[in-house]
């Protein structure tokens, strides 16, 4: 392993290891707003709308940021009839499906563009923040998504592929 590909393992470890970091935060601020939310409606009587749209927010944050951090081969996926086929066979099938979804991604990018710049204007009904802010993860996920995707097509066509499927 040369130098510059151990400094690469270095980085990306160390952005997973941030990526995580930042996920387990988002539970927690999630786990805090239920149990606060669930002892002032059952104990106090005096339910918070507060912190049900910060749980609800948190919630969308967490599935978005994770999806966006995870590795490929850490996503769940259903391989039981994949793994029927030889092993060139899924490489090209990997190949085929990561370029169409990779594709779609990028075809959908102007409306989902359109979308963000629509929400700035509107806010949140508790919180009163900006929707861009309250749905920023989505973006992320979905402009990470088709790089993913790509990086995923060139690992497929070199000689280290077998461990992508």
Request: include cysteine; hydrophobic fraction near 60%; aromatic fraction near 16%.
């Amino acid at each position: 392993m040369s130098a510059s590909s151990a400094e690469m393992m270095g980085f990306t470890k160390r952005l997973a290891l941030i990526c995580d970091l930042i996920a387990a935060t988002i539970f927690v601020s999630l786990f805090v707003a239920i149990v606060a939310q669930t002892t002032m409606r059952y104990v106090f009587r005096s339910p918070l709308t507060l912190s049900l749209e910060f749980a609800t927010l948190a919630f969308i944050w967490l599935t978005f940021w994770v999806a966006s951090c995870m590795a490929v081969n850490d996503h769940i996926r259903f391989d039981v009839v994949s793994n029927m086929f030889p092993e060139q066979a899924r490489r090209l099938f990997g190949i085929v499906t990561n370029l169409f979804f990779a594709a779609v991604f990028i075809l959908g990018a102007p409306a989902a563009w359109d979308y963000f710049q629509f929400v700035e204007t509107q806010r949140t009904g508790s919180m009163g923040i900006s929707q861009q802010w309250a749905f920023g993860p989505f973006f992320i996920f979905f402009a990470v998504m088709p790089l993913k995707m790509l990086l995923n097509v060139a690992v497929l066509l070199s000689g280290s592929w077998k461990v992508r499927i």
